[in-house]
T-cell receptor
Framework: DAGITQSPRYKITETGRQVTLMCHQT?????MFWYRQDLGHGLRLIYY???????DKGEVPDGYVVSRSKTENFPLTLESATRSQTSVYFC??????????????FGEGSWLTVV | GQNIDQPTEMTATEGAIVQINCTYQ??????LFWYQQHAGEAPTFLSY??LDGLEEKGRFSSFLSRSKGYSYLLLKELQMKDSASYLC??????????WGAGTKLIIKP
């Protein structure tokens, strides 16, 4: 049971470079999410997707791009990385988006440092 | 704006009981979640409340009062492995999850 996996787990990149974080889930969950987690802040939603080819902005989408051509994959791209994007990024999925009690399952996280 | 408040850090003793509070102000309410997150790991689901009252699950219980915008997570018979951050999240009227910054719980022997 692979669940939800992220890659790379750790990445150091330079300012201005493009970086893609990969996310793959094996549960066929409809909804997928990208969050960033920074000290002193709660998890903040970057983008989410309700199904293949459907994506929506979250709370902090600027500087990020997502796509979802297949249900199981939801890559997050930083088009031109900035130091303020140094963070831990969590991909997550859930079977349904709005139903009561619907649990979100998280990947292991990707630690990104922009120098 | 929407806001979730939790204490930043709490300390408790192994074997004791600890209560972690969460207060929220959100546009609408469609359920409250508690997640546990060990350092360097992903958050994992602990509990869900949508109606007022107490939900018990083993050593962990979660309480909700919608009229007061308040919830707590109660951990009994604390073990060293309970040292972690505990995240409170509320689903608002748009079914978006609003997360608190988390409470770091330190367990001492």
């Amino acid at each position: 049971d692979a669940g939800i996996t992220q890659s790379p787990r750790y990445k150091i990149t330079e300012t201005g470079r493009q970086v893609t974080l990969m996310c793959h889930q094996t549960w066929s969950h409809s909804y997928m999410f990208w969050y960033r987690q920074d000290l002193g802040h709660g998890l903040r939603l970057i983008y989410y997707s309700a199904a293949a080819d459907i994506t929506d902005k979250g709370e902090v989408p600027d500087g990020y791009v997502v796509s979802r051509s297949k249900t199981e994959n939801f890559p997050l791209t930083l088009e031109s990385a900035t130091r303020s994007q140094t963070s831990v990024y969590f991909c997550a999925s859930s079977e349904r988006g709005a139903d009561s009690g619907n649990t979100i399952y998280f990947g292991e996280g990707s630690w990104l440092t922009v120098v | 704006g929407q806001n979730i408040d939790q204490p930043t850090e709490m300390t408790a003793t192994e074997g004791a009981i600890v209560q972690i509070n969460c207060t929220y102000q959100t546009s609408g309410f469609n359920g409250l979640f508690w997640y546990q997150q060990h350092a360097g790991e992903a958050p994992t689901f602990l509990s869900y409340n949508v109606l007022d009252g107490l939900e018990e699950k083993g050593r962990f219980s979660s309480f909700l009062s919608r009229s007061k915008g308040y919830s707590y997570l109660l951990l009994k018979e604390l073990q060293m492995k309970d040292s972690a951050s505990y995240l409170c999240a509320v689903r608002d009227s748009n079914y978006q999850l609003i997360w608190g910054a988390g409470t770091k719980l330190i367990i001492k022997p």
